[in-house]
């Protein structure tokens, strides 16, 4: 079934057409059916569009003031509660393309990309090119490791000698809960694989990729991956060593005070 069957026949097409972005509905429906688009592509491309214009106008916004930059914070909000298809921002672009052909939206604005961005966009051809990772990982993963760059690295470049374990694994304890356990081990994965880039490029001397922690699927995750020297030496002072059980429970912290977990 091609897009023009489809549109016929869609529940959503019609009541896109007769809701609030009616004229929009009709413009990128006009395109996809040129384009010969299939009809899981049109449904696909067709209920992004519906969850952008909600999202867009919900913040406020006019339906008319939409741009590449409203697309990648579209993206990035998408991101963290749905796995990302790798034919959305094509599809978004192409909406873009549409609506600025019949004069619906302003023309493209030129983009200032941030230090960070910046940082991020060259991440993001290492993996493509020299990783090889697929496009929708690739742009998992740039996000993810914007937000890590953001909150942990303010000062960009200038900021990475300060990296240190305890920051990587502070990061990752304060974020562990913010959504599921795939989105966090996605976390996870982003922040290693950006800290390997980081040091493979020589742009931080330590390896610290290997300092991330795993995301526990357990009811206790969101405990600390580890205790301060002083800490465990509290914990070790409160065991009553004139007991068997005692002496038992003194072994242990010990045992977890050097090798974790």
Request: charged share 25%.
């Amino acid at each position: 079934m091609n897009a023009d069957d489809y549109l016929k026949r869609s529940a959503l097409y019609r009541k896109l057409i007769h809701g609030p972005y009616q004229e929009f509905a009709r413009v990128y429906a006009a395109k996809l059916s040129k384009e010969g688009l299939g009809q899981h592509s049109t449904w696909r491309s067709l209920s992004l569009f519906r969850d952008l214009m909600d999202w867009h106008v919900g913040n406020g916004c006019d339906r008319r003031d939409l741009g590449e930059v409203d697309v990648e914070r579209f993206l990035e909000h998408r991101l963290r509660h749905w796995r990302p298809d790798p034919g959305d921002r094509s599809a978004l672009r192409r909406l873009l393309s549409s609506l600025r052909e019949e004069g619906l939206i302003s023309a493209a604005r030129p983009i200032e990309r941030t230090e960070h961005e910046q940082i991020i966009d060259i991440f993001a051809v290492y993996l493509s090119n020299e990783r090889g990772l697929a496009a929708s990982t690739v742009g998992s993963h740039k996000l993810l490791a914007y937000r890590f760059l953001q909150e942990v690295c303010p000062a960009g470049t200038d900021g990475f000698s300060a990296f240190t374990p305890e920051i990587v694994i502070g990061y990752i304890e304060r974020h562990a809960l913010d959504g599921s356990a795939d989105s966090g081990k996605a976390m996870c994965g982003a922040v290693r694989a950006f800290l390997r880039y980081l040091h493979v490029k020589g742009l931080i001397a330590t390896a610290l990729a290997d300092c991330v922690p795993s995301i526990r699927r357990w009811r206790l995750a969101g405990l600390p991956t580890f205790l301060p020297p002083e800490k465990v030496q509290k914990v070790l002072d409160a065991c009553d060593r004139t007991t068997a059980m005692g002496h038992l429970e003194k072994l242990t912290q010990v045992h977890h005070g050097r090798f974790g977990g």
